[in-house]
């Protein structure tokens, strides 16, 4: 039974990932994300993104960054009426993510007619989906929890295990023409989403008891490159915050909401707790973070054993303690401009391309007292790279301002896989049955160095990936 696999999006580049496979004629989607970059690029390929809706019989969501869900609404306006798999969580994540990005696309398209209307010009530019859409697509997810089989259609099982990414991230491992008496005759594909790395607080590690699949599709965010050491990069956040209070400063932390502002909450509670940092004032300005800080308590069924053994055991909140605060309106978010270090603000966006994290950064970012400490992934061309990258004027809300601020950067944080780790895992699952390995989801340094270093660890049959080729697996 012949499969054909086409890649939509994250192929040579790191967002929007959409994976298009076909069974006898229908079709199945892995992932549906919105591509994150240049604003005029991004809604160019976001708003120009279809597929042959009388076609896919399903989608399968590995998780809820916004790379990965953000199209759904507009794949329901499309017409597309079929099931939406999901873990329990990824489900709640999902349902924040793509609301916010309704909200945000709301108030630009406000904010855009207002500036045309000053200038005597029309107004061309619509929202892609509103907060309607993004009810309605809620409303045709199905969850399934982590090593439970469920059809996606004729012939075409699903099975999540769990990738350790993000709480609630999966592997979606597809069998194609199930066989228990004849299991040589199926085709069995790994599609990796994101995966995490070992040994990190909070989630589990990403599993590697699925069954030997013959094709595994293989993300390489980090395909060249080498974290940080943990127990290295707490030393560093240990630093930053002693140094920068003792100057007073402000410490303005880029965040993701989801995933990487509980993990950082999470160490700075560690580190506090142990008196390693001072007691200072530590703010979460992202109603966001504070919404899916909710979820990460509803989910402990996701928890690894060192949350238990830190916290719950001696019923404790790991995101909650006397100096954290979580900021709401945009009341309290303004007051922290003019309120004197030395404090911590932990705000979104991660990227620094949209959210809260633009007002504080225009407010500090020329203090040379104040740290902006990038802890996570910079995609090309967004104000974050261009900080991380060390730009001595950048532009925020269309004003350049000088970078005098300390830029530091810690790289053990991100909630990818490196390249060692992601051969490591390679090297625990099955891969007796393993025919070809096609490298998804990286810039194109990152593939190649990433299929080198394959090569070198041994595994011989890798391709990378090309935008919307087909590919006949067997």
Known sequence: MAVKVWSLGAAQEVTGSKHLFEVDGRQYLIDCGAFQGKRKESDEKNRNFTVDIDKLEAVVLTHGHFDHCGLLPLLKKQGFEGSIFATPATRDIANIVMSDSARIQARDAEFLA??????????????????????????????????RKNYLGPNVQLEFFDAGHIIGSAFAYITVNPNKAEPEKETRILFSGDIGRSNKPIIRNPATNMPAPDYIYLESTYGNKLHEDLDFALNHLEQVVRNTCANKGKIIIPSFAIERAQEIIYNLHLLTDKKKIPVVPIYVDSPMAA????????????????????????????????????????????????????MIIIS??????????????ANEISNP??????????????????????????????????????????????????????????????????????????????LEGFKRHLAEAGFNDVEIVEAEKEYDLE
């Open 114 to 147: 207002k500036q045309a209307a000053k200038k005597g010009e029309k107004f061309y530019w619509k929202p892609l989906y509103d907060q309607i859409d993004c009810v309605d697509t809620m409303n045709q997810v199905v969850t399934l929890s982590y090593n």
């Open 291 to 342: 919404n899916v800080t909710q979820v990460f308590g509803l989910h402990q069924e996701c928890y690894d054993e060192s949350v238990h053994e830190q916290f719950l055991r001696h019923h404790k909140n790991p995101f909650g303690f006397n100096s954290l605060r979580y900021t709401t309106t945009v009341e309290e978010s303004k007051e922290l401009n003019e309120a004197p270090g030395p």
């Open 348 to 361: 979104a966006d991660g990227m620094c391309e949209a959210g809260r994290v633009l007002y504080h950064l």
């Open 369 to 446: 007292k104040n740290t902006i400490l990038i802890i996570g992934y910079m995609a090309e061309d967004t104000l974050g790279r261009k900080i991380m990258d060390g730009q001595k004027e950048v532009r925020i809300l269309g004003d350049l301002y000088q970078v005098k601020a300390k830029v530091e950067q810690i790289n053990a944080f991100s909630a990818h896989a490196d390249y060692s780790e992601m051969i490591t895992w390679l090297k625990q699952i099955d891969t007796s049955r393993l025919k070809k390995i096609y490298l998804i989801h990286g810039e194109k340094d990152q």
